[in-house]
Each structure stands twice: as C-alpha cells, then as structure tokens.
C-alpha cells in the first residue's frame, strides 16, 4: 500500500524512496518525445508544485495521461525520486494515474494566462487554485494560528462576544441593522417604528466590536481576548476597509496605556516572526511577485523598537514637514491616512504608535487625561497599510465616564451594564483591536484588502 501524503511532503527530500499517493489538480502536462510526459501536480499544501514523470507503460497513457488538461484532478501513485531538474529536490515517478474530473480548455479560465487581481474577484471560487491565493489562504491560517498560540501562551482566556448586539461600541452609527420586521410592513408605534415587535424587542444589530463585553469578562477574570468576525456598514470604497473583516481584541485587567503598548508590540512582532519562519516559500513569492520590500521590511520590524509619539508631537511634524498634504493638519482633527502614511513610510521609516488624541475625536469609552484635552488612545500604524490597530486604556471612573457620555449624546440607561463594571470593583483597564485583514495586506504586500479574505463583503458586493 502506498501512503496518502500531501505535495508539501513529497517535496522534501526525506520522501525520497516512499511509495506515495498524491492526490491534487492539474498545473500544466508537457509530453516527452521519447514517449512520457511530465505533469506539474499541485494541492495546495505548498506554493510549489511537485513533477510527476507519467512513462507511456502506463494503461491509460493514450486514453488519459496524454489529455490531461490544467484544471483537471487527478490521483498518481508513484515512487518519490531523487529529482534530476533544478529547483526542486524530488519528483514522483507515476505507476498509475486515475482521473476524477475533467476541466474543458475551452471554458477553464485558469490557464497559464495571468489574470488581473480584479477580475480573480470576479471568480472568487475559483481564484484559490492560483499561486497568490493559495499563498494568501496559508499565510492567513499561520496568522490565526500564531494569534491563538501567542495568547494561550501569555494566559489569556479565548472568550466569545455576541454577534448580535443592541448596542454600538464605536458610536459610530455604522451598523448594519438585524431585524425579523417585514421591511414593506413595518408595525409603527405613535408615528415610529415599533421595534418592542421585532425579534429582540429593541433594534439590535451586527456587532462592530466585541469590546464592551470583553470588558466584562477581564474585569472578572483578567486577560482576555475576542477573534471573531466584525461588521461595519461604512460605505468607504477604500483599499483597507470591509463590510465584514475579523478582529482580534485583547482586553486585560490591570493594563495601563504603556503595558496595552507594549502587548500590542510583542503581539505584532510575533506574529511577524512566526510568518517569516513557518511560510517562507510564500513570503519569497510575496516578495518576488507583489512588493519587493516585504521581507526586509518585516526582518527590520522585528528586530527594532516601534516609535511611540503623541499626537500632539505627530501633529508638529506634520507641519513642520512642509509635505502638500490633501488634508489639513490641525490640533484636533483627525489624522488622514496621507497623514499616517508620511509618519510611518518617509519620516520614521518604521512603525508608529501614537498615542493621547484629542478626546473630541474618539469614542466615549477611553480614560481621559488630566489635561482635559486628550485620551489615552493608541494607534499602531504601519508603512502602506496604515492604522493596523486601535486601542486605549478605558475609563474606570464612573463619574467621568457619565460625562464623557453625555458630552458625545449617549444615554447612559443603554449602558447600565457596563456603568456597573465601574460601580462594582473598578479596576484601571486597557485593550486593543487589531484588524486581521489589515495585518495580512501588511505581510503580503496585497494592495487591496478585497484579495486578503477568502469572501470580501464590500457595498455592492456579496455574490460569492
Ligand atoms: P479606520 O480609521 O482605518 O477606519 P478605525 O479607527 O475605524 O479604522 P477601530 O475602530 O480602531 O478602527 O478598529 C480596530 C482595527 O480594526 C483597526 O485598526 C483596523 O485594523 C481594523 N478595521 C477597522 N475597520 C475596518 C474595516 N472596515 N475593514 C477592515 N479592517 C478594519
Ligand atoms: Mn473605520
């Protein structure tokens, strides 16, 4: 019997003398003239490929082999050789091939034609069978998987926070609205409409962030953390922004604003790391084919200190640059990613955590600082990508915290839940969000955050 194992596997030079079934589809075949043919098999386990050497003693040879098309799936029983080529350690000498499905050349658009990264959206079930996108998929896996470990790790418990939620985290009002209400039938109540007949008897909506309720869980039991899938109604068609993207939010007990920045930098760099060490033949690809600074970027991240900087000082610098920016700078107003970009790409070089916004810019939840005029706000911005993760320390004080409600037109009675975590037991506390979606455009290089999530919800666009 012949072991079934993955291409990655056979790749390596210790399967060298295994009897193998590999199982995969079909990158190209190129007959021989001394009467074999040489077929590229590929399943997704690595970028590369494996060569399969099919000799025409094989039984189907003429019926099969010799009109195997790009596409199509196959299985091979073989031997793995030592390979004679360049580039590659061992090939697979087949002693049977059997056919599962065909792909027509006609209508199988994945041929050796390179296709634009717009139109693979437009195939999003077939896009993962390129180079690209199946590199994207494992890079992705790795992340995910490096989040996890680095957490459980350090003693964080995985917590999950709802996706259904009744209130809006970022006050931001872009949320997209959950109902059960026939929307051509809306019972309406003195004029409005009546949601005490909705589903949850209040309007509820897709989560925007799992924050308010992690706080709950680390101000009972510590250090935790949320991975889940985040929804906002932002109607930016921008290269970094998604209708659904995942988020990871730490949360932990205990945190003030220097320890929420040093966890996120650890946090970042390992990730980094764990990439850098368990995909390399996808970084190399990455670095060949999408932006050839991906690696030394992220090798010189590694190994140096993110820069930490008020916004206030951010704010002199931008003007000081004599950079024509489209936006103004100005104390108080946010920062535009132009803005981002020139601290981040031209003037450190490197990654920037700036901290302590004006308080009039960002949501009712962060500590404020005594100067009365900023919060204890950090974001971590990163060349080209930009702002990668939003965090702060959060308002313990529960009479500051009414205020700060009341300044930004909350009402407090929707949060008596969380204006208890501060009667009860308050404890100084700080968490961050990071985007995944933003952190594997970082790695890669991807210029659109649309081709780094397998399905990309945008405004107009959720076919696949
Ligand atoms: P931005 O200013 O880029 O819209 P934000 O300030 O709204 O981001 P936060 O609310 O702080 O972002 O969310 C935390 C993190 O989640 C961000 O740093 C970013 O990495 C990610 N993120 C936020 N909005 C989106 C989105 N629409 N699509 C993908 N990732 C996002
Ligand atoms: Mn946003």
């Not at 998987?145 to 931001?172: K, M, N, V």
């Not at 872009?174 to 059960?180: H, S």
């Not at 850098?276 to 190994?303: H, S």
């Not at 911005?381 to 930009?386: I, N, R, S």
Request: hydrophobic content about 35%.
């Amino acid at each position: 019997m012949s072991d079934k194992i993955t291409i990655a596997e056979a790749r390596k030079p210790e399967a060298i003398g295994r009897d193998v079934l590999l199982q995969g589809w079909v990158r190209t075949r190129r007959d021989s003239k001394g009467g074999f043919s040489f077929i590229e098999l590929n399943d997704g386990s690595s970028m590369g490929s494996i060569q399969v050497v099919a000799p025409g003693e094989l039984e189907n040879y003429e019926s099969v082999v010799k009109h195997l098309t790009a596409g199509s799936s196959i299985g091979v029983r073989g031997k793995v050789k030592e390979s004679p080529g360049k580039g590659q350690a061992t090939e697979v000498e087949a002693q049977a091939v059997t056919l599962y499905g065909t792909a027509d050349p006609e209508t199988y658009v994945l041929q050796k034609k390179r296709h634009s990264f717009e139109f693979l959206r437009t195939i999003a079930h077939l896009r993962p069978r390129t180079n690209t996108f199946g590199a994207i998929a494992r890079v992705r896996n790795c992340v995910c998987r490096s989040i996890h470990d680095f957490f459980q790790e350090e003693g964080f418990l995985y917590i999950h926070t709802p996706i259904i939620t009744a209130s809006d985290c970022e006050g931001a009002g872009e949320m997209f609205q959950v109902t059960t209400l026939k929307l051509d039938d809306v019972p309406k109540k003195e004029g409005k409409v009546d949601f005490e007949q909705d589903f949850f008897d209040r309007p509820s909506y897709l989560t925007v962030s799992g924050q308010l309720e992690g706080e709950i869980f680390a101000c009972a039991l510590g250090k935790i953390y949320t991975f889940g899938p985040t929804f906002r109604a932002e109607n930016s068609n921008t290269s970094r922004h998604l209708a659904e993207f995942w988020m990871v939010e730490p949360e932990m007990a205990f945190y003030e604003l220097p320890d929420n920045m040093d966890l996120a930098e650890r946090f970042l760099k390992r990730i980094f790391r764990d990439v850098l060490d368990r995909c390399p033949e996808d970084m190399e690809f990455f670095n060949d084919r999408i932006d050839k600074t991906v690696l030394e970027t992220l090798q010189g991240i590694i190994a140096s200190d993110f820069i930490r900087l008020p916004y206030t000082d951010a704010v002199d610098i931008l003007t000081a640059s004599g950079q024509k920016f489209e936006f103004p700078v100005s104390w108080g107003a946010d920062l535009q990613a132009e803005h981002e970009r020139f601290l981040t790409e031209q003037h450190f070089k490197c990654p920037v955590i700036l901290y302590d916004y004006p308080r009039t810019i960002k949501p009712f939840y962060m500590k404020c600082n005594d100067d009365g005029k900023t919060v204890r706000a950090m974001d971590v911005l990163v060349p080209k990508v930009g702002e990668i993760i939003g965090g702060s320390q959060r308002e313990e004080r529960l009479d500051v915290l009414t205020d700060r409600m009341g300044e930004q037109g909350l009402e407090p009675e929707g949060y008596w839940w969380y204006l208890d975590l501060r009667r009860y037991g308050t404890v100084p506390h700080s968490g961050f969000g990071l985007g995944l979606e933003r952190v594997i455009q970082f790695l890669t290089g991807m210029g659109n955050i649309r081709d780094v999530i397998p399905f990309p919800r945008t405004p107009g666009s959720a076919e696949f």
